[in-house]
């Protein structure tokens, strides 16, 4: 989702409603992870980068943002283990997430969410099926974006969700399993982009601190 890329010299991202209104994406590696932080700078967020697979956000306000640790490239055979705390109040995921290129696919294996707003729920999205993984149940849902940010700039974009039924904020995530349900779903995905352990959060309000290894 990033517009802008540059190299962080501090460990620590702060956005406010007051900052320069241009989005804001820091991705660059830090003890063998790969981080990445893109808001839309109208949320009032606190983005700490810590040491190898940590990190620890805190946010308030309207607005859009969407950090963490993983990898770059990603990889469908990867397993992602991870643990924290995540405690949201209103729209906000917790989920590996990345992009594929050819096609241009943003997705989400979504772990946790606020029961605010279900992920890609009817009407908004589409219901695909779904699969079981790591000891939960999955719905796959999908949905397009018309004209918003990517990796490639302003695009259009197919969006692929896996939502956990059995919420949770630390386990294992096999990813191929997801990857291998969307294809027999119909649901393409290309060559691998980045892939994170991330938290978003769209005009609400939470803190996490969340560890990927």
Do not use: C
């Not at 990033?2 to 994406?25: D, E, G, Q």
């Not at 993983?70 to 992602?80: F, S, Y």
């Not at 999955?138 to 939502?163: D, E």
């Amino acid at each position: 989702m990033s517009i802008l890329v540059f190299a962080l010299l501090s460990t620590i991202v702060s956005a406010s409603p007051f900052a320069n209104r241009a989005a804001v994406s820091d991705i660059h590696e830090r003890a063998t992870f790969f981080n990445s932080y893109w808001t839309d700078n109208k949320s009032k967020v606190t983005y700490k980068n810590g040491p190898a697979g940590q990190y620890s956000v805190i946010w308030d306000g309207t607005g859009n943002f969407v950090g963490g640790k993983g990898w770059n490239p990603g990889a469908t055979n990867k397993i992602v283990n991870f643990t924290g705390t995540y405690e949201p109040n209103g729209y906000s995921y917790l989920a590996v997430y990345g992009w594929t290129t050819n096609p241009l696919i943003e997705y989400y294996i979504i772990e946790s969410y606020h029961p605010e707003h279900e992920p890609a729920a009817p009407p908004e999205g589409e219901e695909k099926g779904n699969l079981t993984s790591d000891g939960s149940l999955y719905l796959i849902r999908t949905k397009m974006r018309v004209n918003k940010p990517s990796i490639q700039g302003t695009a259009t974009f197919r969006q692929i969700f896996s939502v956990r039924q059995d919420k949770r904020s630390e386990g294992i995530v096999t990813v191929g399993t997801h990857f291998e349900a969307w294809k027999a779903a119909g649901l393409k995905t290309g060559t691998h982009n980045y892939m994170i352990l991330a938290v978003e959060g769209m005009n609400s309000s939470g803190k996490a601190d969340m560890t990927v290894y």
